[in-house]
């Protein structure tokens, strides 16, 4: 497709369950983003990865949330042990290069833990 | 933390109507970004400035980057039911970082027909 594609678009899930979701970013797109978006909080940075650099991973909130990009395309960002705090819109983002430009943003996951 | 604080967090208008938001911050950024959420969406974004001072315009919507690039503000004239949406700005190259942008809350914009 054109743009991100982000799945599952809704995910319900109950407390201490895993969930995975999927980033699909735009091809060529080297830099892929993932912020968290919460009611009123605004999108909080988790974590960065721009070709086979490292990841800055400096936004996680917590060892039950990691995130790989496989082959440089697709990422999936997992969060174990699901607490009802992490619901929230997770959103993804890609753009063409490591410094600041346009973020084009997928149209999120939406976790609601029960 | 470098902390974007946009206001007012809700307004609401009547089309016709001019507004202006605004977007504050302690630290200087190297850019400053406006977007625009649609329920349901991903961010879109409308502009980026990265001069101090700088002024840009986009059709009814005017942008403005602070002379210290600490703050900008985004002015509607003559609103529009379609300009309804969350606005977000984004901080850029703040504490070294060339990549990572730091978002405010947002304001969100309801504007009657």
């Known amino acids: 497709g054109a743009g991100v594609s982000q799945s599952p678009s809704n995910k319900v899930t109950e407390k201490g369950k895993d969930v995975e979701l999927r980033c699909d970013p735009i091809?060529?797109?080297?830099?892929l983003y993932w912020y968290r978006q919460s009611l009123g909080q605004g999108l909080e940075f988790l974590i960065y990865f721009q070709g086979n650099s490292a990841p800055d991973k400096s936004g996680l909130p917590s060892d039950r949330f990691s995130a790989e990009r496989t082959g440089g395309s697709v990422s999936t960002l997992t969060i174990q042990r699901t607490q009802q705090e992490d619901s929230a819109v997770y959103l993804c983002?890609?753009?063409?290069?490591?410094?600041?430009?346009?973020?084009?943003f997928g149209e999120g996951s939406r976790l609601t833990v029960l | 933390t470098q902390l974007l604080e946009q206001s007012p967090q809700f307004l609401s208008i009547q089309e016709g109507e001019n507004l202006t938001v605004y977007c504050n911050s302690s630290?200087?950024?190297?850019?400053l970004q406006w977007y625009r959420q649609e329920p349901g969406e991903g961010p879109v974004l409308l502009v980026t400035v990265v001069t101090g001072g700088e002024v840009k315009k986009l059709k009814r919507l005017t942008f403005q980057f602070g002379d210290a690039r600490k703050d900008s503000s985004l002015h509607i004239t003559a609103a529009q039911p379609g300009d309804t949406g969350l606005y977000l700005c984004?901080?850029?190259?703040?504490?070294?970082?060339?990549?990572?942008?730091?978002f405010g809350k947002g304001t969100l914009l309801t504007v009657n027909p």
């Open positions: 091809s060529g797109h080297t830099a």
């Open positions: 630290s200087v950024f190297s850019s």
């Open positions: 983002a890609s753009s063409l290069a490591g410094h600041i430009g346009e973020l084009f």
């Open positions: 984004a901080g850029g190259g703040s504490g070294g970082s060339n990549y990572k942008l730091t």
